[in-house]
């Protein structure tokens, strides 16, 4: 049976030849793989007998599937921070509570890839020691009130810290890094679409001033536009980024959310000082604020602004920001008359609605980190948050997008938002590569490597 044959190979060579599937070893993969392709044609037909919009999802669940078991918990990680912005993106027609849920999922999920640890110094135990004050009075609230609205309280105040832990003490900077990457790339496609679905006139216009949200809620939308711009700005001064800086800028300020105006504003200043290619800076930070002006954005803020002083809004302290002041005012005055164990540890997760609601019959929240903490977590929880903060500062790679998140925690409150200030904290990690990148660029190289660099 393994002579020679007419065609001059041996027998067991053609059946071989054949019949690969039969070699040793690859049998078993071979017909996993047929199966899985037939179950999979199925299901994307199946679906498809529902709707068009079925059958893609099908496939893109497949593909993402695949994806996630090549690369394990990183493909994991990477496939949930490319989600997070377009859960932005479209948060408002989506359930609720689906950003708040992926964006605790991606938390997890990083703490076991960047594989944070304490490196000894005193940021490392400040950071910690942040965590542990900010937590204490959480868990207290809980104890007090365990019902579902405080529990989901708590997990919304879960992310940032955790997510600070990751970004600034995370021992795998590679994972890190290729993970910024992936939230910068698919968070500028995620605002441009967005951009460009809301100038068409889809979507919605909260603020009824010309302003564009697209599909998406107005001010965790205004965060992630806010983070791309500093982000891109921190990548250097060249056309490509320019350009990404003015989609964002141009995005941020067209949701009209005042609240993200200050941090936009700090960035620029501070890439006009920063030190270094001065005159490129300039050009960069002129061709954003060119394209403000040409897209009309800027128009959005005139109109909201003359919209609220028509209300009187800036009269008095009390109606400034939309009622800010009365929001603040009233939280604070509730605490000052508790006791002195709410003076500590706070009134309680999510009583600041409560508080506004018996005060002036509207169920608001505190519209600031700072006041919603202190409130709610006490003096104890809030001197937690500013240790936490002064570590990230500290340690944050790239600092252009904390000047947007900043001025937004304390005027508008980001504790709410998971989803972009994941997004946020993860620019800070790796955009700061890419001007590592060009600085390393224009420093002169010695002449052996220029003359081989010309080889």
Do not use: C
Not at 7 to 12: K, Y
Not at 235 to 245: E, N, Q
């Amino acid at each position: 049976m393994n002579g020679p044959s007419g065609s001059g190979l041996p027998q067991q060579g053609r059946v071989r030849l054949a019949w690969p599937a039969l070699r040793p070893g690859a049998d078993h993969l071979q017909i996993a793989a047929v199966a899985a392709s037939a179950l999979v044609s199925l299901l994307v037909a199946a679906a498809l007998q529902v709707s068009l919009a079925a059958g893609l999802a099908v496939v893109a669940v497949v593909a993402a599937g695949a994806f996630v078991a090549r690369l394990g918990s990183t493909g994991v990680a990477l496939l949930l921070g490319g989600a997070l912005p377009w859960l932005v993106v479209f948060g408002a027609v989506e359930p609720k509570l689906t950003e708040t849920f992926t964006a605790g999922t991606m938390v997890l999920v990083l703490l076991l890839v960047a594989a944070p640890r304490h490196d000894g110094t005193r940021a490392s135990a400040r950071l910690r020691l942040g965590m542990i004050m900010f937590y204490v009075p959480v868990i207290i609230g809980l104890a007090r009130e365990p019902r579902g609205a405080q529990f989901i309280e708590a997990a919304k105040y879960v992310v940032f810290p955790f997510t600070v832990l990751a970004v600034t003490e995370g021992t795998n900077h590679a994972v890190l890094k290729r993970l910024s990457k992936v939230v910068f790339v698919s968070a500028v496609i995620a605002v441009g679409f967005n951009l460009v679905i809301g100038a068409a006139g889809l979507g919605h216009s909260y603020y009824a001033s010309g302003d564009i949200q697209g599909f998406s809620g107005e001010h965790d939308f205004a965060l992630l536009a806010g983070a791309v711009t500093a982000a891109a700005l921190a990548m250097g001064s060249s056309l490509r980024w320019t350009a990404v800086s003015a989609l964002g800028a141009v995005a941020t300020i067209a949701t009209g959310v005042r609240s993200a105006l200050p941090g936009l504003l700090l960035v620029i200043l501070a890439k006009m000082v920063s030190a270094g290619a001065r005159t490129r800076s300039l050009v960069a930070v002129v061709v954003v604020a060119g394209a403000v002006v040409a897209s009309g954005a800027g128009n959005v803020v005139v109109q909201r602004f003359n919209h609220d002083q028509a209300l009187g809004q800036y009269s008095s302290f009390v109606a400034l920001g939309s009622g800010r002041g009365e929001i603040y005012t009233t939280a604070i005055h509730a605490w000052w008359v508790a006791s002195p164990l709410d003076w500590a540890f706070g009134t309680g997760l999510r009583s600041v609605e409560g508080l506004e609601q018996r005060a002036t019959g509207n169920a608001v929240v505190a519209q600031s980190d700072a006041i919603q903490v202190g409130v709610e977590i006490g003096l104890i929880g809030l001197l937690g948050l500013i240790l936490i903060w002064w570590t990230l500062i500290a340690r944050a790679r790239s600092k252009l997008p904390l000047l947007v998140l900043l001025p937004f925690a304390l005027f508008n409150g980001s504790l709410e938002y998971g989803a972009p200030v994941v997004v946020t904290l993860l620019l800070t990690v790796g955009p700061a590569g890419a001007v590592d990148e060009a600085v390393a660029a224009r420093v002169p190289r010695p002449l052996g490597a220029a003359a081989e660099g010309r080889a």
